[in-house]
Antibody
Framework: EVQLQESGPGLVKPSQSLSLTCSVT????????WGWIRKFPGNKMEWMGYISYSGSTSYNPSLKSRISITRDTSKNQFFLQLNSVTTEDTATYYC?????????WGQGVMVTVSS | DVVLTQTPPTLLATIGQSVSISCRSS???????????LNWLLQRTGQSPQPLIY???KLESGVPNRFSGSGSGTDFTLKISGVEAEDLGVYYCMQFTHYPFTFGSGTKLEIK
């Protein structure tokens, strides 16, 4: 069974970088597409970006100058880095697999940006 | 970006009642390849979102057939024929046709 698990700090200071890891089991990240999605307090969801089976990336233009998604195929992990965070980046962050829909999600990690 | 407008924002239903959620897009979601990448997700409280329907009307494996999706172009509907207690949560439409992918604002289904 495909499983995804996010990990990373739950608290980040403003202006610093947010770094999260998504560990995938049951499926190789060298197939399909793998993305990051966040849910803000309330119900708003935002697509952040993805990394493909070949390692190419695509980012939401609203984040393009601050976001980086990378991977380590030897560990079957992919990573999110979001720079220069503000309180508006406080959200629950999900990693997920993409096919014709987002068919597998991690359980999510809540990240608070606060001094 | 494509804006998906979901209505109603909240839905109060009794067990066994049939309900519908609307998702209207600011642009056609018909892709040049002929597919319409409109999906529906359910997020139960304390859980991750789970896929219900993809490509407008195709049920994800394991999803009960009381869920159905319909629509085309810019207007889409999720119908639950006979709400059950386990159906409560927040429903989202999501589009994959245009980048960046976008989500509707969510519809919270509550059980009376």
């Amino acid at each position: 069974e495909v499983q995804l698990q996010e990990s990373g700090p739950g608290l980040v200071k403003p202006s610093q970088s947010l770094s999260l890891t998504c560990s995938v089991t049951g499926y190789s990240i060298t197939s399909n597409y793998w993305g990051w999605i966040r849910k803000f307090p309330g119900n708003k969801m935002e697509w952040m970006g993805y990394i493909s089976y070949s390692g190419s990336t695509s980012y939401n233009p609203s984040l393009k100058s601050r976001i980086s998604i990378t991977r380590d195929t030897s560990k079957n992990q992919f990573f999110l880095q979001l720079n220069s965070v503000t309180t508006e980046d406080t959200a629950t962050y999900y990693c997920a697999r993409l096919r014709t829909t987002v068919d597998y999600w991690g359980q999510g990690v809540m990240v608070t940006v606060s001094s | 970006d494509v804006v998906l407008t979901q209505t109603p924002p909240t839905l109060l239903a009794t067990i066994g009642q049939s309900v519908s959620i609307s998702c209207r897009s600011s642009q056609s979601l018909l892709h040049s390849n002929g597919n319409t990448y409109l999906n529906w997700l359910l997020q139960r409280t304390g859980q991750s979102p789970q896929p219900l329907i993809y490509l407008v009307s195709k049920l994800e494996s394991g999803v009960p057939n009381r869920f159905s999706g319909s629509g085309s172009g810019t207007d889409f509907t999720l119908k639950i024929s006979g709400v059950e207690a386990e159906d409560l949560g927040v429903y989202y439409c999501m589009q994959f046709t245009h980048y960046p992918f976008t989500f509707g604002s969510g519809t919270k289904l509550e059980i009376k």
